[in-house]
């Protein structure tokens, strides 16, 4: 009995993993240093801060500064590349698997290429400026244990 249930956290007979459904999460509830959030936000600007060709690779390299946020607060999300332009202001997006990277100790949403940022339909909530978790400064402290 105990195998057929480590199978199925594992994956099936054939050794296909099982999906989880997503678990989502709200803007407010983002921490330093945590993965793996999927939200659904509202894009309410976007500010492109390097746009540059590339010699090496194929493309342009581009970063936006985009700020995003649901109905209890508001962060920035950094697009990259592709990412770019999908964040369009007004636009809803889910966005999966993200993760939160700290610039100048403050929080910045950002999706790897393990996650995922995609269009949806209009959201019917207003994004709560006034909280922005980016605004808030965090400072490292070494604990000697």
């Known amino acids: 009995m105990a195998t057929n249930t480590k199978q199925q956290e594992e994956g099936n007979a054939s050794g296909v993993p099982v999906k989880r459904k997503p678990v989502f999460v709200k803007v407010n509830e983002l921490k330093p240093g945590t993965k793996g959030h999927n939200l659904t936000v509202k894009v309410e600007s976007s500010t492109t ?53 700290m610039f100048k100790g403050s929080m910045r949403l950002a999706v790897d290429k393990w996650g995922r940022v995609e269009v949806t339909e209009p959201a019917k909530f207003d994004v709560k400026e006034d909280n922005n978790l980016s605004l808030v400064e965090y400072e490292l402290v070494n604990v000697e244990v």
């Open 49 to 101: 801060v390097l746009d540059k060709k590339s010699i090496r690779s194929s493309g342009n390299t581009r970063i936006a500064e985009c700020l995003i946020g649901d109905d209890t607060a508001s962060i920035l999300f950094t697009a990259r590349n592709d990412q770019v332009d999908l964040m369009k202001p007004g636009t809803t997006v889910i966005i999966r698997n993200s993760k939160i990277d």
